[in-house]
């Protein structure tokens, strides 16, 4: 089986290399050679298969078998990809960002091809496969992922080392865990692509990344730390897909939860999917979630399954005859974290217990940190379930109080 890598970077490189190097075990679990032999680059480089700066002279070749798409971007590779599956040729990608916002039409178009993409989601771990798979005859409860390696390397050097948010994101980007550029990872877009891969297969939810709620860790401190310490629990950034009778939530978000989940164990860039399903109860996948050879490991699964003629239609795995409807932001009910910076005198706490009982949040736990100087301490509180409306409602209205100094933070606590 002849194949074309779109994209010789970091993944691309590597699929080559493992193709190359693995050769013989591959050959042996699907009975036949699979080849790279021309991959596509903006810039001519040293490799280990010709590369060509040209596209057309990739597409114009009869003898390709698999387009392997692994350029990164969304318009440029989806109007590729279509190009590919037109000429009914079978795809494999690890872009989750073209496919957050074209799944759907990718699927369209593929109809009985096969498109992989197992490395979309989790790098190496094989999670597609087993939500697609392994756990297909179970209604899906939860998802809960730690999908982005690089918001969970900065938050477990603050858990570990008491050091501050830009500090860790410095630290990551001298290990070369963080792009020059972070924001897509700390913002939490990274990880909203992939949780959305995901609830297609496990829901056939259509939604886009603006459709959901998602917030970055940038503005978590040491203060929140300390507090997570104190109340046993550890920041994570999850995504977290929710079913409950026809509607699912969809949300990404730094998240309190308790210190003995086991996703709360999973430290440092690794990635983790805990997905409950109504028989199986909860299975956690975990694995390196980046990196070139981890990757090209999942990459290549596709690659074999096509091979051995494995591969199922559709590319989601979702029927549409089971309707999941997307629940709104505001409807979320969960619990709920709050950091308040206040001028520190009399009556102020009281205000604020009264403010939430007016927006009708009831607080579960309370606690003061020491002074920080002659004028201002912090409160923490943590509410009981409440609706995210009501939450928001509360925050805009503690803004406005004269006795809040800066901004009040919120974070959602997931039992
Ligand atoms: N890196 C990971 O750990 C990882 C993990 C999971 C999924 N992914 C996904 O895998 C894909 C590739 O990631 P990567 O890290 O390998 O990216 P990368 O290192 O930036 O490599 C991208 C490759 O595509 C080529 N390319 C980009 N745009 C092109 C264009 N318009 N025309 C021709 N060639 C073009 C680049 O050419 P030049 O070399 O000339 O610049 C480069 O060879 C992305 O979708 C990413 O999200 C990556």
């Known amino acids: 089986m002849k194949i074309a890598i779109l994209g010789y970077g970091v993944v691309g490189s590597a699929v080559a290399k493992a193709l190359i190097e693995n050769e013989k075990i591959i050959r042996a679990r699907c009975g036949q050679n699979i080849t790279p032999v021309i991959a596509l680059a903006r810039h001519k480089k040293d490799a280990l298969i010709p590369i060509t700066t040209n596209i057309d002279e990739i597409l114009q070749r009869e003898d390709i078998d698999v387009f392997v798409e692994l350029m990164g971007g969304i318009e440029k590779p989806f109007e590729i990809v279509s190009q590919i599956l037109k000429k009914k040729k079978p795809v494999v990608s690890a872009n989750k960002a073209m496919l957050a916002y074209y799944r759907y039409e990718l699927e369209n178009l593929a109809k009985d091809l096969t498109f992989g993409y197992e490395a979309s989601v989790g790098g190496g771990i094989p999670i597609i496969k087993a939500l697609k798979e392994g756990l297909s005859a179970n209604n899906i409860l939860s998802i809960k992922g730690i999908l982005n390696g690089t918001s969970n390397y900065i938050l477990s050097a603050m858990n570990a080392k008491g050091i501050k948010f830009d500090d860790a994101l410095k630290k990551a980007q001298e290990l070369g865990y963080a792009e020059a550029d972070p924001s897509f990872d700390i913002e939490g877009q990274d990880a909203a692509h992939k949780l959305l891969i995901l609830a297609s297969i496990a829901y056939g939810l259509r939604a886009k990344p603006e459709d959901i709620l998602i917030e970055g860790i ?150 003061q940190k020491p002074k920080q100087d002659e004028i201002h301490s912090t409160l923490f509180f943590t509410t009981h379930s409440t609706f995210e409306k009501d939450i928001q409602n509360l925050l805009l209205i503690l803004q406005k109080q004269d006795f809040i100094k800066d901004k009040p933070f919120m974070m959602r606590i997931e039992e």
């Open 218 to 367: 940038g503005n978590i401190t040491s203060e929140d730390m300390y507090f997570a310490k104190e109340f046993d629990f550890v920041i994570k950034l999850l995504g977290i897909a929710k079913a409950k009778n026809s509607k699912v939530e969809l949300r990404v978000h730094p998240t309190m939860i308790n210190k003995d989940k086991m996703i709360a164990k999973v430290d440092g860039v690794m990635n983790a999917v805990s997905i409950t399903g109504d028989l199986l109860g909860e299975n956690l996948y975990y694995g390196a979630g980046a990196g070139g050879m981890t990757t090209a490991s999942a990459v290549i699964s596709d690659l074999i399954d096509i091979a051995r003629n494995e591969f199922k239609s559709p590319m989601l795995g979702f029927r549409d005859d089971l309707q999941f409807e997307l629940l709104a932001k505001d409807e979320i009910f969960t619990k709920y974290y709050l950091r308040l910076k206040v001028e520190d005198k009399v009556g102020v706490l009281s205000k604020i217990a009264k403010l939430m009982s007016e927006n009708g949040i009831s607080i579960d736990s309370f606690l």
